[in-house]
C-alpha cells in the first residue's frame, strides 16, 4: 500500500508537527470558549468534547498537587489541522503539512483568534515538535537511517534478535533545550503516548500495511525554550522560525545517506 506523503519530500517520513505556546494559568478560559467556537468555525467547524487531563508539574514525576484541567479541541474539516487549548497551554497541530511557511501562517492566524477572545497571555515557554515515521526499505533496519550515536542497539554475545529499543539525547543550548528521542520496534508505527490520545486524524504513513515482525522506527524531535513576556504573534513567529532553523540542522545532521537516498532529501531541508 502507498502513501501520501507529508511535506516536499517525495518519499517524506513526516507524521505530525506540533507548534505549543504555555501560559500563565487562566481560570477564566471555560467562559469564553462558547465564543472561541464561534469565531473559530469558518476554518475550524470541528469540535471535540472537552477531556481531562492531568498536569504533572516536576518534570512528569506524579505529585501531591498535580491537578486536572479540559483539554478543548478544534479541528478543520478534514480534521488533518486543529487546534489544542487548555487553561495553560495554546498548541496549533497538523497532520497534513506541506511546507514550514504555511505551517506557521496558520498556527499564527489561529493564535491570533484566540488572543482576541483570550486577553492578555503572559508566554512561560513556546515549542515546536516534528515526529517523523521510519519504515525500511527491504533488507534495512531503522539504524541504517539515523547515526550511530543515536542508535539503540547493542551487541550481546547471546543468541537474540532485536525486538525494540529506545534512546533519548537531551542539548542544551544557548536558549532552551532540543530533546530527540528514537525508538524502534516491530509492526505498525504509533505516535509517542503522549500524542496518541489526540483526536487528528492519524497521516497516511501510519496507516500502512506493515508486517507485524518489521522493525520500524519513530524520530521526535522535540525544540523549546522558557519565555518571560506578554503574548505577542510578532514574537511567537521569531521564535518558531529560531527552532524550525534548529530543526532542520538535527534532521540534516543525525541522518544517514541511506536515510536521505529512501526519502529524496535535496541538498537543501525542505520540513
Request: proline share 7%.
Given at each position: 500500500?502507498?502513501?501520501?506523503?507529508?511535506?516536499?519530500?517525495?518519499?517524506?517520513?513526516?507524521?505530525?508537527?506540533?507548534?505549543?505556546?504555555?501560559?500563565?494559568?487562566?481560570?477564566?478560559?471555560?467562559?469564553?470558549?462558547?465564543?472561541?467556537?464561534?469565531?473559530?468555525?469558518?476554518?475550524?467547524?470541528?469540535?471535540?468534547?472537552?477531556?481531562?487531563?492531568?498536569?504533572?508539574?516536576?518534570?512528569?514525576?506524579?505529585?501531591?498537587?498535580?491537578?486536572?484541567?479540559?483539554?478543548?479541541?478544534?479541528s478543520s474539516a478534514d480534521n488533518r489541522l486543529g487546534i489544542i487549548l487548555t487553561d495553560?497551554?495554546?498548541?496549533?497541530?497538523?497532520?497534513?503539512?506541506?511546507?514550514?511557511?504555511?505551517?506557521?501562517?496558520?498556527?499564527t492566524n489561529s493564535f491570533m483568534l484566540i488572543s482576541d477572545e483570550l486577553k492578555h497571555?503572559?508566554?512561560?515557554?513556546?515549542?515546536?515538535?516534528?515526529?517523523?515515521?521510519?519504515?525500511?526499505?527491504?533488507?534495512?533496519?531503522?539504524?541504517?537511517?539515523?547515526?550511530?550515536?543515536?542508535?539503540?542497539?547493542?551487541?550481546?554475545?547471546?543468541?537474540?534478535?532485536?525486538?525494540?529499543?529506545?534512546?533519548?539525547?537531551?542539548?542544551?543550548?544557548?536558549?532552551?533545550?532540543?530533546?530527540?528521542?528514537?525508538?524502534?520496534?516491530?509492526?505498525?508505527?504509533?505516535?509517542?503516548?503522549?500524542?496518541?490520545?489526540?483526536?487528528?486524524?492519524?497521516?497516511?504513513?501510519?496507516?500502512?500495511?506493515?508486517?507485524?515482525?518489521?522493525?520500524?522506527?519513530?524520530?521526535?524531535?522535540?525544540?523549546?525554550?522558557?519565555?518571560?513576556?506578554?503574548?505577542?504573534?510578532?514574537?511567537?513567529?521569531?521564535?518558531?522560525?529560531?527552532?524550525?532553523?534548529d530543526h532542520s540542522v538535527a534532521f540534516r545532521e543525525i541522518t544517514t545517506a541511506t536515510?536521505?537516498?529512501?526519502?529524496?532529501?535535496?541538498?537543501?531541508?525542505?520540513?
Amino acid at each position: 500500500m502507498g502513501y501520501t506523503p507529508l511535506g516536499q519530500l517525495p518519499n517524506a517520513p513526516l507524521a505530525y508537527v506540533l507548534g505549543v505556546i504555555d501560559f500563565d494559568p487562566r481560570p477564566d478560559t471555560e467562559k469564553h470558549i462558547a465564543a472561541l467556537r464561534e469565531s473559530l468555525l469558518a476554518d475550524y467547524p470541528r469540535y471535540q468534547l472537552p477531556s481531562e487531563v492531568r498536569i504533572e508539574l516536576e518534570g512528569g514525576i506524579p505529585n501531591s498537587q498535580n491537578r486536572s484541567t479540559l483539554r478543548h479541541e478544534f479541528s478543520s474539516a478534514d480534521n488533518r489541522l486543529g487546534i489544542i487549548l487548555t487553561d495553560r497551554k495554546l498548541a496549533f497541530h497538523a497532520t497534513a503539512y506541506t511546507k514550514y511557511e504555511a505551517f506557521i501562517e496558520r498556527l499564527t492566524n489561529s493564535f491570533m483568534l484566540i488572543s482576541d477572545e483570550l486577553k492578555h497571555l503572559f508566554m512561560r515557554r513556546i515549542g515546536l515538535r516534528y515526529i517523523d515515521a521510519i519504515i525500511p526499505d527491504e533488507e534495512k533496519s531503522p539504524d541504517d537511517y539515523v547515526t550511530p550515536g543515536l542508535r539503540n542497539a547493542p551487541k550481546l554475545s547471546l543468541e537474540y534478535s532485536m525486538n525494540a529499543g529506545v534512546s533519548i539525547s537531551e542539548f542544551r543550548l544557548e536558549r532552551g533545550t532540543f530533546v530527540i528521542r528514537y525508538a524502534t520496534g516491530p509492526g505498525r508505527i504509533r505516535l509517542p503516548p503522549d500524542l496518541d490520545s489526540l483526536s487528528l486524524a492519524k497521516p497516511s504513513i501510519l496507516q500502512r500495511n506493515i508486517d507485524d515482525h518489521q522493525r520500524t522506527g519513530i524520530l521526535d524531535f522535540d525544540r523549546f525554550m522558557s519565555l518571560e513576556e506578554p503574548f505577542d504573534l510578532a514574537s511567537i513567529k521569531r521564535y518558531m522560525d529560531l527552532l524550525h532553523n534548529d530543526h532542520s540542522v538535527a534532521f540534516r545532521e543525525i541522518t544517514t545517506a541511506t536515510a536521505k537516498n529512501a526519502w529524496s532529501l535535496p541538498t537543501k531541508d525542505s520540513i
